[in-house]
Structures are given as C-alpha cells and as structure tokens.
C-alpha cells in the first residue's frame, strides 16, 4: 500500500503505532478528502473517537481550526457530531476555538479546565500561552506516598485558578 493509503487505514484501525508508522513513511498529515478539502485523517480521528491519533497528528502539523469552526467539516464539528466529549477536550486543549453559542457536550468546568490547559501549557506552535508569552511556571511535586494527603489545598488552588480565567 502507499503512505497515504496506510494512514487512513491506521486511523480506521486506531491503532497509534500504526498512524506513527505511517507518518513516518511519509504519509502528509492533510490529506485531501476527495473533494478538494484537506484534513481528512484528522476529520477521521475526531469523529472517530481516537484522542492520541488527534494529538499525534495535531503535533505534526494537522490544523486543529477552521476559518469557523462551525463548518461541518471543522476536526471541532466532527468530534461534537460523533459524541466524541474526550476528542473535544483535546482539541481545545491543543488550540481550537470553540464559536460562541456551539454546544459542545462538555460541562462548562470541563469546558473552562482544556481552555485553561491550552492557554498554560502551550497550545499551537509557540510552546507557551497562544499570545506568544512564555510559558507558566509549573511546580513539580513528587509524592513517594499519598496515604493521609490532604489534596483540598491543590484542588483550591486549581478552582481558583480556573475562576480567574473564566474572569479574563
């Protein structure tokens, strides 16, 4: 089979290490649909459900917006008709704009948190907030136990933070 033909038949599959071997042949992540509109592997994943071949090919170039992401075509569109609620996380995660008045199928703090994940760890290219800013300062905390932790502290702290978003 050729490349192309390879990585519609992984992501038919969903199997990621096949989509990855694909690519790596030299499959292009925007493959023509047969009408003249590229994004078809990634229109694929969405409606498909596969949320790690969305990010893989997302972090290959796939483009994860449309000029208007109610376009029926749209990766947003084709998650949110296929009830694909974790493909529709991902995507906001990595940068697509949810139009205002779209239903998502997401509780408004699910919503809130992969909007909040986009804007602090690095959706599009610029490995920081999409402004361009450099990235937040995260924290690592490495826990050998958990027993008698109390996690209210840090689930604080995340409201809170996803409060001031909602805020901006």
């Known amino acids: 089979m050729s490349p192309p033909a390879d990585l519609i038949k992984a992501i038919r599959t969903g199997l990621l290490s096949e989509v990855v071997a694909a690519l790596d042949a030299g499959a292009q992540v925007e493959l023509n649909d047969g009408q003249g509109d590229s994004g078809l592997p990634l229109a694929m994943a969405c409606f498909m459900g596969f949320a790690e071949i969305v990010r893989e090919l997302a972090l290959r170039g796939a483009k994860v917006n449309f000029p208007?992401?109610?376009?029926?075509?749209?990766?947003?569109?084709?998650?949110?008709?296929?009830?694909?609620?974790?493909?529709?996380?991902?995507?906001?995660?990595?940068?697509?704009?949810?139009?205002?008045?779209?239903?998502?199928?997401?509780?408004?703090?699910?919503?809130?948190?992969?909007?909040?994940?986009?804007?602090?760890?690095?959706?599009?290219?610029?490995?920081?907030d999409p402004?361009?800013?450099?990235?937040?300062?995260?924290?690592?905390?490495?826990?050998?136990?958990?027993?008698?932790?109390?996690?209210?502290?840090?689930?604080?702290?995340?409201?809170?933070?996803?409060?001031?978003?909602?805020?901006?």
């Open 68 to 128: 208007d992401n109610r376009d029926s075509k749209s990766p947003l569109s084709m998650a949110i008709r296929g009830g694909r609620n974790e493909v529709v996380k991902v995507l906001i995660e990595l940068g697509a704009v949810v139009p205002p008045g779209v239903q998502t199928g997401l509780t408004k703090q699910e919503l809130m948190v992969a909007e909040w994940k986009a804007q602090h760890f690095g959706a599009g290219s610029t490995g920081g």
């Open 131 to 168: 402004s361009g800013n450099s990235p937040s300062e995260v924290e690592e905390i490495k826990v050998t136990g958990c027993y008698g932790t109390d996690t209210d502290v840090l689930d604080a702290e995340m409201r809170r933070a996803i409060e001031t978003m909602g805020k901006k």
